[in-house]
T-cell receptor
């Protein structure tokens, strides 16, 4: 059974640009969440999508957005990139019912220069 | 406000001995807890979880204990192996919600 797949793994962007990251959840999983990991702030929740609807949202500015497609694949977008957006962005997948294990992908390393 | 805390940033344990990683939480609404192991530049790997209706869950070398009255959980690894060297995160969920609230992590080093 394939795990959570994230693309791209590494990317470098310039301040002011925008970026789109992609995530394919485990087959059959309907919930996809996104997290940001930085040295200073640790692992922080961005948002969660379930059946194409945003179900939960963390405390991030509106520059961070996401969506989920009918096949449960998800994308997150960051617009007007800032240096502080440099981080490891992690996608997590689960069936979507509470009490289930949540599995993570390998992450997308974003560097903003 | 840090709702999940791992007060030990680092821990060193001799190979073969027991590793005990601790986690405290403040939100009494948390009812499901998970432990993850993480290497640099990789995603967290799920280790073990526990529901708030239990006080212990065991899986191979890993055992998680939950003390709800103290709002404390711990992960025991026995015996510790060199491959266990990594950063360990505890995380908590409020029922009906898929949002993980993570602790700050504990770097475990197993000394051969």
């Amino acid at each position: 059974k394939a795990g959570v797949t994230q693309t791209p793994r590494y990317l470098i962007k310039t301040r002011g640009q925008q970026v789109t990251l992609s995530c394919s959840p485990i087959s059959g999983h309907r919930s996809v969440s996104w997290y940001q990991q930085t040295p200073g702030q640790g692992l922080q929740f961005l948002f969660e999508y379930f059946s194409e609807t945003q179900r939960n949202k963390g405390n991030f500015p509106g520059r961070f957005s996401g969506r989920q497609f009918s096949n449960s694949r998800s994308e997150m977008n960051v617009s007007t990139l800032e240096l502080g957006d440099s981080a490891l962005y992690l996608c997590a997948s689960s069936p979507g019912n509470s009490g289930n294990t949540i599995y993570f992908g390998e992450g997308s390393w974003l560097t903003v220069v | 406000d840090q709702q999940v805390k791992q007060n030990s940033p680092s821990l060193s344990v001799q190979e073969g001995r027991i590793s005990i990683l601790n986690c405290d939480y403040t939100n009494s609404m948390f009812d499901y807890f998970l432990w993850y192991k993480k290497y640099p530049a990789e995603g967290p790997t799920f280790l073990i979880s526990i529901s708030s209706i239990k006080d212990k869950n065991e899986d191979g070398r890993f055992t998680v204990f939950l003390n709800k009255s103290a709002k404390h959980l711990s992960l025991h690894i026995v015996p510790s192996q060199p491959g266990d060297s990594a950063v360990y995160f505890c995380a908590a969920i409020v029922g009906g919600n898929e949002k993980l609230t993570f602790g700050t992590g504990t770097r475990l080093t197993i000394i051969p």
